[in-house]
């Protein structure tokens, strides 16, 4: 599985940024993938998840500012950041749930505990 971000980088407070991640196949068979971040100091947290019906779950810290969409062949996903907040730096990790999943688990599971693989990360830096 390889998972692959790129995007990141420093703007301003109230700025913008799009997350790009290039999944290998077997990453997209569960259908279900995520951004996840960990700011210094603290721990990895959930931001935005999608599954194959292109529903959603959002961090309540990022509602209504950030949006997670796939390509149609899902192999891409994104993440477009807007209004970013000097809490929004950290390394954002794209991630995926591996195949075949526990049926039972919802969008809002992942986002609390995490998904089975990741990526190396991109740094976003927010400054004033």
């Known amino acids: 599985v390889q998972l692959e971000e790129s995007g990141g980088g420093s703007v301003q407070s109230g700025g913008s940024l799009r997350l790009s991640c290039s999944a290998s196949i077997d990453a997209t068979l569960s259908g279900y993938m995520g951004w996840f971040r960990q700011a210094p100091g603290k721990e990895r947290e959930g931001v935005a998840i999608?599954?194959?019906?292109?529903?959603?779950t959002y961090a309540e810290s990022v509602k209504g500012r950030f949006t997670i969409s796939q390509d149609n062949d899902k192999m891409t996903l994104y993440l477009q950041m807007n209004n970013l907040k000097l809490e929004d730096t950290a390394v954002y990790y794209c991630?995926?749930?591996?195949?075949?999943?526990?049926?039972?688990?919802?969008?809002?599971?992942?986002?609390?505990?995490?998904?089975?693989?990741y990526g190396k990360g991109t740094l976003v830096t927010v400054s004033s």
């Open positions: 991630a995926a749930v591996a195949y075949p999943r526990d049926m039972f688990r919802s969008r809002g599971y992942y986002l609390r505990y995490g998904m089975d693989y």
């Open positions: 999608i599954d194959s019906g292109a529903d959603t």
